[in-house]
């Protein structure tokens, strides 16, 4: 018994496919043949030498712990308004935001600051932004009404 095919429009189309990716390839093969006496010169990147054994991941953590805490802000910011906020709620907060923040412009500065003495007073400045954010906020939270409290006030004006 003999299977014959009825050509369709999907044979029709995987032919021409086909036939485009062969005069592609006929096209390219014709260049080499061309550019066969030309000098062909190779790029060499340079790639930081490890030792043995070493793994260079240091990016890799930052990049994971950054994601980890950005989700773990979605909920602990919408818990407020479900549970009304409380001290937990508030240290949490007063801890978590600072690091959030701190994390964030220490790749914003990496990326933009290019003379490395800028660097190293922007990065400092940086640190010292992020510590008196997280002393007044534990601050606030200890001696005023906390976070949470405080932003209802805020919004109730």
Known sequence: MSHTTTP????????????????????????LRATAGMQVRTIRTAV????????????TSHWKIERALSVALVPLCLSP?????????DMMLAVALPI???MGMDV???DYVKPDSLMNAS???????GCGTT?????????DVGICKGLAQFWAL
Do not use: D, E
């Open 100 to 102: 959030h923040n701190h």
């Open 123 to 129: 990065k400092a400045l940086n640190w010292v932004v």
């Open 48 to 59: 930081p030498a490890l030792s043995a054994g070493a793994v260079n991941n240091s990016g």
């Open 8 to 31: 369709n429009s999907s044979n029709v189309v995987n032919i021409s496919v086909m036939a485009a990716a062969r005069a592609v390839a006929l096209r390219q093969a014709a260049m």
């Open 81 to 89: 308004f479900v549970t009304g906020g409380g001290f937990t709620t």
């Open 108 to 110: 914003v500065l990496s």
């Open 135 to 143: 002393a007044g906020l534990v601050y606030f939270n200890l001696n």
